[in-house]
């Protein structure tokens, strides 16, 4: 087992937090008369996969120079088919409001999770609570990690017996909102949330129907934070739909709407969810905007994925050039967390994305329009296509709009495979 | 686009903004500080939008300047059309600083017909991530749409009444909306009262509403704070 925690931003956690995996709940700790208790499981059982405690540094950043406000840690377990890591970076140091991403694995059971949490700034600007470092944290830095706590309990009871489905997610993420920190604040309107966050999971199970190892995936979120599939031979496959009134991931990337359900302490919210089997080996990813909502089309993220995947020799060193890339792109603050699970090691993995790869990079990097970013061609190196004609810097936005539209058309039938309908569509 | 190597297509914001600014007497106090602030405006947002690691392709804003058909129509509204910051920069500074704060008549005053004047503004169409963004600052409450449709000078495009000035905001799925869903929000400067709480800050969606008190002005909300908030809405 190999992993390293950098820390160059250690947040305190709200009042009332219980350390991750704490032995005895606190005892001021609210007990609803029926629902979520607080997190009760030792580190010895059940056996969940945890962040470990020591910080090591990121890979090849040169002389420290300045706190680099990002967080990697991984896990990789070549018994178990096991291959874990997270990514978390903020845009400002300091004020960060996505959680740490969240991933825990239960042996015995065969079953884990992997989650999310992007704390929305829009519409929990105010803040609602003061740290003991007299930092003050904004409702959208607390909903978040209130969120996380409550999706960690939520999975200790689910490895329980509690039933791994939206509504009991639900209930566990509106009692711990109920308990947190909030305060009134003179801000109203339509647009404004008490501790608001998105949340982006897949808990997943390995079921064995006829012999044959199968996961059994149950995607669960709210807002437009989301949740993906990734193999070699399908490339990767969104297992989640936006919260938002566009469902089109290129129209997504262009308008970046509000959205319409999302996790809060002062309103109804809905915990949407979708379920289904699917063959090993794969790979899980949730991610918030921060990584696929500053690309130039919705491929890039895949792209992104692979090319440092590629380039890796290690997972912490994937890890770390995923936080790299990151940050070399992103406006926002973003967190990642990924499972590979059936592959034989890291070499193994990375092996068999290489074809997928490839092809990546013949329809989406090769035929960059000149000028766009870093990622565009080098002149002269440009195959067939858009990229090879004549270059005219005032054209450029619409070359780029043809561009993303014909990558969107040739890229979407695959991506959008386990695309479920909207809210409203279903029965 | 003069300068192919700063292209980054749809990952920019392209920001307009109306400001709606209540001219009548009682805002005497606060208006100067409302004026000083939005002439810093155009750097202020670019400084917060910039430390939010947001960048914005093009800023544009313009002024509606109300007070009360009721009391004198012809000072009722004064407005700019969008100016383009920084490049307009002085047309922008010139209309401020002639704003000056007088008249009103009775309490309730003419926001009702600047936010229906900024609603139908010819927002901006073209480039990606679109933010219309309204924002509204009065300490009063505002007359029933139509109350003064017969004076001189009263716009014959305005609305008749509230419920048809929402259709024009819209809502999910709406029909009848003149802004853009993705791209509008409305920031509301003003006292507790109908209609800027309810129904508009309480049902109209996408909406912020700093409650100030009636009568009083704006002192309470610092000019950082309010920047703040509307770079958070974007």
Not at chain 1, 8 to 19: D, K, R
Not at chain 1, 45 to 66: I, N, Y
Not at chain 2, 109 to 133: K, M, Q, Y
Request: hydrophobic content about 40%; aromatic content about 8%.
């Amino acid at each position: 087992m190999t992993g390293y925690h950098d820390h160059s931003a250690q947040h305190p956690a709200p009042p009332g937090t219980p350390p991750p995996y704490a032995s005895e709940p606190p005892p001021s700790w609210p007990q609803p008369s029926r629902g979520p208790h607080p997190p009760s499981a030792s580190p010895a059982s059940p056996a969940l996969v945890a962040p470990p405690e020591k910080a090591q540094p990121a890979l090849d950043d040169g002389p420290a120079v300045r706190p680099v406000p990002q967080r990697i840690w991984c896990v990789a377990d070549d018994r178990m088919g096991l291959l874990a890591l997270s990514v978390w970076t903020e845009q400002v140091p300091g004020r960060g409001e996505d959680a740490d991403p969240f991933v825990a694995y239960h042996r015995e059971s065969d079953q884990g999770v992997l989650a999310v949490f992007d704390g929305s700034g829009g519409a929990g600007a105010a803040p609602v609570w003061q740290a003991s470092d007299g930092e003050s944290r904004t409702g959208a830095w607390v909903g978040a990690r209130v969120a996380r706590l409550a999706t960690d309990v939520w999975f200790h009871d689910v490895v329980d017996g509690e039933p791994a489905v939206p509504e009991t997610l639900h209930d566990y993420l509106r009692f711990f909102q109920d308990h947190a920190p909030q305060r009134r604040s003179k801000i109203s309107g339509t647009m404004r949330r008490q501790l608001p966050t998105t949340l982006a999971s897949v808990h997943y199970r390995l079921v064995r129907p006829q012999g044959e190892p199968l996961l059994e995936l149950r995607p669960l979120w709210a807002g437009d934070s989301r949740a993906y599939v990734l193999r070699p031979t399908s490339g990767l496959q969104v297992l989640t739909r936006d919260h938002t009134r566009e469902s089109d991931a290129l129209e997504l990337l262009r308008t970046d709407p509000p959205m319409t359900n999302l996790v809060c302490a002062d309103r109804d919210f809905t915990i949407d969810g979708q379920r289904l089997t699917y063959p090993l080996p794969c790979v899980l990813v949730a991610a918030t905007d921060g990584f696929f909502g500053y690309v130039h089309t919705p491929a890039d993220f895949e792209v992104m994925l692979l090319r440092t995947l590629e380039q890796a020799g290690t997972a912490d060193e994937w890890a770390d050039r995923i936080r790299r890339e990151v940050q070399s792109y992103t406006a926002d603050d973003a967190s990642l967390a990924v499972v590979a699970l059936g592959y034989h090691g890291f070499q193994d993995l990375r092996a068999q994305f290489t074809d997928r790869l490839e092809k990546l990079a013949d329809r989406y990097l090769r035929t960059r329009p000149h000028g766009l970013d870093r990622l565009s061609p080098v002149p002269g190196e440009a195959g067939p296509g858009p990229a090879a004609a004549p270059e005219d810097p005032a054209g450029l936005p619409a070359r780029v709009r043809v561009w993303q539209d014909s990558t969107w058309h040739a890229y979407r039938a695959g991506y959008e495979t386990h695309l479920p309908p909207a809210l409203e569509e279903r029965t | 686009m003069s300068n192919a190597e700063q292209y980054q297509g749809n990952l920019q914001y392209a920001v307009d903004i109306v400001l709606c600014v209540d001219a009548t007497g009682s805002m005497h106090p606060v208006l100067d500080t409302v004026k000083s602030s939005a002439l810093q405006f155009h750097d202020r947002l670019d400084d917060v939008m910039a430390k939010k690691g947001k960048a914005i392709s093009q800023l544009r804003l313009k002024v509606i300047a109300f007070r009360d058909f009721g009391d004198d129509a012809s000072t009722a509204i004064q407005q700019t059309d969008f100016l383009q910051l920084p490049a307009q920069a002085r047309n922008f500074e010139e209309f401020v600083r002639g704003i000056e704060a007088s008249g009103g008549g009775d309490i309730p005053e003419s926001g009702l017909e600047a936010l229906a004047l900024a609603i139908n503004s010819p927002w901006e169409t073209g480039l990606d991530r679109r933010r219309h963004v309204i924002v509204m600052f009065t300490d009063a409450p505002a007359h029933a749409l139509g109350t003064h449709a017969g004076t001189q000078s009263y716009p014959a495009s305005i609305p008749r009444s509230l419920d048809d000035l929402f259709e024009q905001w819209g809502y999910a799925r709406s029909q009848t909306a003149v802004m853009e869903q993705s791209a509008k929000r409305l920031v509301l400067f003003a006292p507790d009262l109908a209609p800027w709480s309810d129904p508009i800050a309480e049902e109209w969606d996408l909406t912020l509403h700093f409650a100030s008190k009636a009568g009083q002005g704006l002192e309470e909300f610092e000019m950082d704070e309010i920047i703040e908030t509307i770079a958070n809405s974007l």
